[in-house]
């Protein structure tokens, strides 16, 4: 994983412990998918690492795609997750603006037909410093690129924060 610099200044420490946090709190938000979880429990899930109107969006955006993949007779597996960069992109006391990519590896299932899909992301977010610790309070998608064949696997395994199943074509 490439990490962005940034100096270790009085004005830069939580920049850096919120740069530290955010792998920890984005693989929350990924593993929402393949959790099961529904209703109160997966907001509990999703309310350890997002606040405010970030946490109301990813509930609501993933109770809506569990609905579609139900429906559809869809499901997904993640083979793995891994954050290629990370970079602050700016910083005022107890926010932190981050750039994220990273990629997910996994298996759409529908019908009796399965592939695998390989997809690269970008993304921005703001975190934020909370009673309860580091919290993301904004994300931004900026890109999914399809890649063209499928790598075995990415280090890391956990599942992807967004829905697999919307990059069926």
């Known amino acids: 994983?490439?990490?962005?610099?940034?100096?270790?200044?009085?004005?830069?420490r939580d920049a850096l412990a919120h740069r530290a946090a955010f792998p920890d709190l984005h693989?929350?938000?990924?593993?929402?998918?393949?959790?099961?979880?529904?209703?109160g429990p997966l907001h509990d899930h999703l309310a350890g690492a997002l606040v405010g109107q970030a946490l109301t969006n990813a509930f609501l955006a993933e109770a809506a795609a569990a609905r579609r993949r139900t429906l559809a007779g869809?499901?997904?597996e993640v083979e793995s997750f891994?954050?290629?960069?990370?970079?602050?992109?700016?910083?005022t006391p107890g926010s932190t603006r981050i750039r994220a990519t990273w990629l997910v590896v996994g298996r759409v299932q529908h019908g009796d037909h399965a592939h695998r899909r390989a997809t690269?992301?970008?993304?921005r977010y703001r975190v934020v410093d909370t009673?309860?610790?580091p919290r993301i309070a904004e994300e931004r998608a900026e890109d999914a690129v399809r890649l063209p064949a499928?790598?075995?696997?990415?280090?890391?395994?956990?599942?992807?924060?967004?829905?697999?199943?919307?990059q069926v074509p």
Do not use: F, K, N, W
């Not at 891994?82 to 910083?91: A, D, F, G, K």
């Not at 690269?120 to 993304?123: F, L, Q, T």
């Open 150 to 166: 499928a790598p075995r696997r990415a280090s890391r395994s956990t599942t992807p924060a967004l829905d697999l199943l919307e």
């Open 27 to 39: 693989a929350r938000v990924i593993t929402a998918q393949a959790s099961g979880l529904t209703d």
């Open 1 to 12: 994983m490439v990490i962005g610099a940034v100096s270790c200044t009085d004005g830069s």
């Open 74 to 76: 869809a499901s997904v």
């Open 120 to 123: 690269r992301y970008a993304g």
């Open 82 to 91: 891994e954050h290629e960069t990370l970079e602050v992109m700016s910083h």
């Open 131 to 133: 009673p309860l610790g």
